[in-house]
Structure formats: C-alpha cells, structure tokens
C-alpha cells in the first residue's frame, strides 16, 4: 500500500513540538510526547502522523488491495450500503485546515515546513476522529484541480473545475515532500478502507472553469464571446416572463426580447474555426501550460462567457469564475427556428437546460468524456461513489448513461442526485440513482410553519427512493446559527438518525457547532455572511471561496452524542423501515413521536419541537405493538444514558424544550 510508504517516510523523520492540532484530532491513548501552551495542543508532527497511520495500518488484511472500491474487496454484488450509511461530508481545503504553528493566526500561505490549508494527510489524520463517530461514508466537494481564474474570494472555487481528470496539487502535504498528490489521495483512500469507510465524491459535469484545460484540445466544447464586449454580458431581462423557467410556449417571448437579441449578439464562433492556421500555432507554442487564457484573448479576442442561472429574470449575478459545456454541436431543437443561420452557439435559458432543450447532435467526444469521470476515479483511486452535480440539467441521455457506465464498470458504485425536489423521487429512481439530496434542510427548521410535521409524517414515509437526512449542506445555514441555536442542531441532528427513508448525512463542523455557512447557495441570503462576532478573523468569510479555519477546540460539542447516536442507528437499522413505522401524535404541530416495530422488539423516538415550553407526552405502546408489558431502554434522554423502565401498555413523559428521547423496547 502507498499508505506503508508513508507510514515510513514519516518514522524516519524527526520533528519539534511546534505543530498544534485541535483537541478533537488527538486521538484516545496517543502515547506520544505531547506539549500544552495555553489550551492549544502541540506534538511532533511526524510522530504523531506515523503514530495515527501504524494504527491504520495494523488493521488491514494482509494481500488485500484498498485502493480498490470497498465494494469490490467485499465482493458486493449492490449498492445497498447508501441506504444505511452515516456520511460525513467535507470540504477538505476547509475541514483539515489549521494554524499548525500558532493556532491564534492563520496564513492560507503555507510555510516550508507545515501545510495550514487542508491536505488529504491531514484527512487520514483526521480518521480516528470520524471513526469514533460512527462514520462508515466520507463525502468530499470536488478534488479535482481547480481554476485561480475569475476566482470570487481570496482562492478559487473547487466547483470551478479546470480538469476533470486531475487532483488539485494544493491537497498536496510539504510533510510529505518525496511524494506526489494523486499518491496522496489513494493513501487516503486506502486509509478509509482499511477502517471500514467508503469514499464518495462531487463531480460538475455540466460547467467548467472558464480557463479550463480542455480548451487548448477542444476549444469546440466551450462557448465564445467577443472579449471586448464582456462588460455587457449578463442574462438578459425578460419583464412579460417575470420569474420562471424558459419552456416551448414562451420561446417566442424570449427569442423576440429585444434584450435577448442584444445577448445573442455578442457571441462568436470558436477561435480554432475562425483562425484555424494561428489557433494551430498558438496550441503548439501553449502545449502544457496552466495560465493560457490571457494571452488568448489578447491573439484572439475572444474568451469563455460566465455563466448564469437557467431562472429567468434571477437576481443572480453572472457567476464569472465558471462557463457552460457545449453539450451539442447545433442549437436546441426547438429554438432554432428563432435564431438565424449563422448564430454561433449560444448560452441562454433554454440552452442551460438542455434536459428539456436539446439539440439534435450531440458532442460525441464531449459525453464520452463526461461519461468516463466517475468510471476513472472509481478504477484509478478506488472511490466508492459520487453526487452528480446538476444532473437534472443534463440531456437525459446523457445523464443516464453517466450513471449506466459508472454502474456497469461496480455494481457497488452508488450515485447521489441532487434533486431537491422530494416529489421527484421516484424520477431519479427510474434514472439509476441511489439517493436524492432532498430537502429536509429546508422543512426541518419550519416547525411553525407545519414543514417540520409534514416532512416527518407524509413526506419521508412515503418516498421511493431515499434521501439524504441532513440540517445542513455546504450550500445551507448552519443548523446552530437558525432560531434556537445549539438546542436546534442538537434536536435536528438527534432526529436524522432515526427519519423513515432517511441515510443521516452531517456537515463537517456540524460537530462542534460551527455557526458560519460555507457558501450562500440555499436558504440564505448576503446577510448570512456576517455571523460571526466581527473581530472573529473569518467573519464573513465563504469557506467555497476563502481561506476558512472551522473553530475546533470547542468547549462545547455533540461528538459523543454523534457517537452514540451512530451506534444506535448501526444496532437498531434494521427496524427503521416505513413498514415498520407506527406515527404518534399526528395533529400536534410541534412534536414528533417515532415508533419502529417489528412484532417483537422496537425504537421509540419522542421529540418536543417546542422551543420555549416542556411538553408531557402520552405514549400508547400497547395500541401498536397489542402488548401489556413493556420493557423500554432509554439509550437517549435528557441527552444522557442511560436507564431502563418496565412499563404496562401505555405511560408518560415529560420532555424539556427541543429534548429528544430514544428508547430501545422490548
């Protein structure tokens, strides 16, 4: 394994104590020398990461391969691993990010000696830690190399993708200075292997980054504009339309929008049709270079166009640091006949949305390109399964053949939709997906409003295809920073284990209550930016967009309910079926009550949604399970465990605000 390698590249090392981790990151029994300064940590670098991946090592199976899928060494012939899975998703830039040599001062600028931003290392660093959780699937954001270019922060966006086939070198660890960042990963993954944990990762088929690295090979898959017009280009404003989608009936309005024909108008064929001798001399003299797109648009005068939401007339700014695919050699099929002959493709609304606007011919090398991603990570760095970034965007063909090839190539490959739409369940079903991303950000937080009740009650119960059960996403608010705080995430993050079609899903910083969102995307708005005190040193900071150091040594934490809570969704999943599910107390709108049973033995989730007040709860058990004896385990309540009642068929509980018990019964 390249793991061993590391494992001794680091026991040949000798360090100082100067290198400060988080609390969290020291793991239980750690013999090594250890050195306090105030209440921050410091160790020997190197003998604490050879420490950490000795341990990692000693578990593996000897002869057994884990830069393979975890499928395939386990002979798994499904995907049925997602609907149980405990998954904890990372931006790793931000996640394994720390000030190593003065956790009071963070510099995105790594020194010669340590790396601050986050490496995949640091990742294996970190596997303890999210094994002690109960954590059996690690979601990554994308690691592939990303563009400086256009960039909205102070660094780049992982979405703004530069090649789909390559690591970004900047997950690379200067404590591993011998070896490369590809060798790095798949030392990561083996890592996760060995510990039982599989690895999904986020792939953006549909957009680029404007400077991506296939331009110089296939500057056909891209659209152009007339550079010197740049500062015009924005979505065009359609009032008779206000705030909807473009569809058949209405391409008429949009194609004679006066402000649409000025858009269409700034477009330009590729510069390797225009010029094809010069673009032919300037790919040769180019050949292997990152940063192209300047001199480009100096020769040429023309460059990539950002890109824009596929909502007309949305506030949204144009989102400069990425651009569209060229998904189809002609105009969608049912726009053409606005456009005239010689319009050079084009990006607008119905172009964006080429699931309901295609074109007639596709870009055959294009989606044979797309369509090997998730095949190539799966068979080069043994990764486990993926998110399929705006696939409801995508040709439906090619959507489905994404998912056909990366099936065929592991059986075991399991594929995450990002559907918000619960009512399109069944939708992606049929596609070949796995899962959806869901919603249940969003309705949780309604508990006045009757979205908290109607999620738990219609909305889960009746799903045909699972989805993701989180408080929070990488795109949403923090769960401690909505209404009621702490006790808020406590309460959602408890109810996650236990929902009917639900795969529990925490963000990384969800554990110790991280309070700033990492992008704006959901449910948010600008002012969503500055929750932090002001003197904080990433107040207003995006994590997607800036250096960002998630505030670990809490004093205040839920890792070892999450613990306890994998433990007990790992022990009892077997019962949480819809089939098997008994719902209590349907016509109160700020309470849940949750009982799985089976005919001999049960859970019981009770949770007050009442913020403000306690609430007795009169629990029937007798009616569903036609017992008259009952013994219940509370594993969870009052946030404690743990203590054992015999009951008759029915019987009370008092709950504080926002409590949530969890009881085993027999």
Known sequence: MILDRIEQLLKSKKGNLNYSIPKEWLPEGYSGTVKLRDRYIFVDPYEYGSSIVERITA????????????????????????????????FVRTTTAYSHHDPEFFSDLDSQEYSESGTFLK??????????????????????????????????????????????????????????????????????????????????????????????????????????????????????????????????????????????????????????????????????????????????????????????NDNQPTWDDITFL????????????????????????????????????????????????????????????????MGHALPRELELRIIRKAKERDPSFAIIAEELVMGNDEKARQSGYDCILGNTWWMEPRIDEGKFKELVYKVL???????????????????????????????ATILNYFLPNGITYINSGQEVFEIQPMNLGLDNDEEGRYVLPPNDPFYGKLAFFDPYVLHWNAEEDMIDLISLLSSLRKSNFDLLSAGNLKLMWGNDLKSAGLFYWNGTKGLLTVANGDFSSMKDFHIDLGYHTWKSEHKVSWRLKGFDAHSEWNVGGDFHLSLGPGEVAVAEIK
Not at 81 to 89: K, R
Not at 129 to 148: A, E, I, Q, W
Not at 341 to 362: A, H, I, N, R
């Open 59 to 90: 578990l593996a199976e000897k002869d057994t391969d884990y830069s393979r899928p975890l499928g395939r060494i386990r002979n798994e012939s499904g995907n049925s691993w997602i609907n149980s899975a405990i998954i904890y998703g990372s």
């Open 461 to 491: 119960p009746s799903l045909r295809l699972p989805t993701l059960a989180g408080i929070e996403t990488p795109d949403t608010p923090r769960a401690a920073s909505r209404p009621n705080g702490r006790k808020f995430s406590r309460f």
């Open 326 to 389: 060229r998904l189809y050699k002609d105009h969608p099929t049912e726009s053409r006949k606005f456009v005239s002959e010689d319009q050079p493709p084009y990006v607008l609304f119905d172009v964006v949305k080429s699931s309901f606007f295609p074109g007639s011919e596709p870009m055959a090398d294009l989606w044979e390109s797309i369509e090997n991603i998730m095949p190539f990570y799966n068979e080069r760095f043994g990764v486990d399964g993926a998110r399929l970034d």
């Open 123 to 312: 990742m294996i660093f970190m596997l303890p830690f999210l094994s002690k959780m109960g954590f059996d699937t690690l979601y990554f954001l994308p690691v592939t190399s990303y563009s400086d270019k256009f960039k909205k922060g102070e660094l780049g966006s992982p979405y703004s993708v530069k090649d789909f086939f390559s690591i970004d070198k900047r997950y690379h660890d200067v404590l591993l200075e011998d070896m490369d960042v590809e060798e790095e990963f798949t030392a990561f993954v083996e890592a996760a292997h060995v510990m039982g944990m599989r690895v999904v990762l986020d792939f953006i088929p549909r957009t680029s980054a404007r400077d991506s690295a296939l331009i110089l090979k296939h500057p056909e898959w891209f659209y152009w504009i007339d550079a010197s017009r740049l500062d015009e280009y924005r979505p065009p404003k359609i009032e008779p339309l206000g705030f909807d989608q473009a569809k058949v009936e209405t391409l008429p309005i949009i194609y004679s929008n006066e402000n649409v024909k000025k858009h269409l108008s700034l477009f330009s064929h590729s510069p390797a049709k225009l010029y094809p001798e010069k673009w032919r001399d300037f790919v040769a003299s180019h050949d292997g270079t990152e940063s192209f797109l300047d001199e480009l648009v100096s020769e040429f005068g023309l460059v990539t166009p950002p890109g824009f939401s596929d909502w007309i």
